[in-house]
């Protein structure tokens, strides 16, 4: 199954299912965030609209992107606000955002499933404005050494979505490649990860 045909089967199950990463993914989200005050938001890879909400109420507008149709339709179904507008769009394309149009681009657990990150920040450095920040949340790492990768469960069957591992590394260095500086970067463990490697890194680029 592609990774796009897996979401659009993902998103019958995927707001209801037990899911510890995709609950500190929308908390620490909210922490890092609220203190920012923006204008224009574009979300890539909005997925069911867990954070699109949210997004909308500290923003003048979101502009919502994923390449899944059956998430996106969960996702207006969900989030019925004047201020957001949603498309779908395959982020390793060009956006269909111009230039210096947000002040605010977030990317939350998507970019595992994407190869080459210096399109995606190819892509955030034309639409940020100067000064803008670009936002990225994902599996830490660590836990993809491990062997993990985002999952599901269909018909009694484990579906493993294609994942690409990227290091600290590699997003610090696409980051520089594309005129980025790193505001905050941050590890996190939800509450019943004791002893085990952080969950999720959290980046918060300014452009
Ligand atoms: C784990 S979900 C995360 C959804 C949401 N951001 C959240 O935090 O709940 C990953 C999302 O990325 C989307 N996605 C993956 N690759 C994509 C691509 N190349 N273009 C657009 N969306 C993509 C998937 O369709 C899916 O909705």
Redesign the pocket.
């Known amino acids: 199954m592609n990774?796009?045909a897996a979401?659009d089967t993902w998103s019958q199950t995927y707001d209801t299912d037990r899911n510890l990463t995709?609950d500190l993914?929308q908390a620490v989200t909210r922490k890092i965030l609220a203190g920012l005050s923006s204008r224009s938001i574009v979300e890539i890879?909005?997925?069911?609209g867990?954070?699109t909400l949210w997004l909308s109420q500290i923003a003048d507008s979101v502009h919502a992107?994923?390449?899944?149709q059956a998430?996106l339709e969960k996702a207006k179904a969900k989030v019925n606000s004047a201020n957001v507008t949603f498309a779908v769009?395959?982020?390793?394309k060009s956006w269909n955002c111009s230039d210096a149009s947000a002040d605010l681009i977030t990317c939350?657990?998507?970019l595992e499933?994407?190869l080459d990150l210096s399109l995606i920040f190819s892509e955030a450095s034309r639409v940020l404005v100067q000064g803008g920040y670009f936002f990225v949340s994902e599996l830490h790492p660590f836990r993809q050494y491990q062997g993990t990768k985002?999952n599901f469960q269909n018909n009694q069957e484990t579906i493993e979505i294609t994942a690409f591992t990227h290091h600290i590394s590699d997003f610090m260095n696409a980051a520089k490649r594309h005129g980025f500086t790193l505001e905050d970067f941050q590890e996190w463990w939800h509450e019943n990860d004791q002893s085990k490697p952080p969950r999720l890194a959290t980046f918060l680029f300014k452009r």
């Open positions: 990774i796009q979401y995709r993914d890879g909005c997925g069911t867990k954070n992107i994923d390449f899944s998430m769009g395959d982020i390793t939350n657990l998507v499933h994407i985002a």
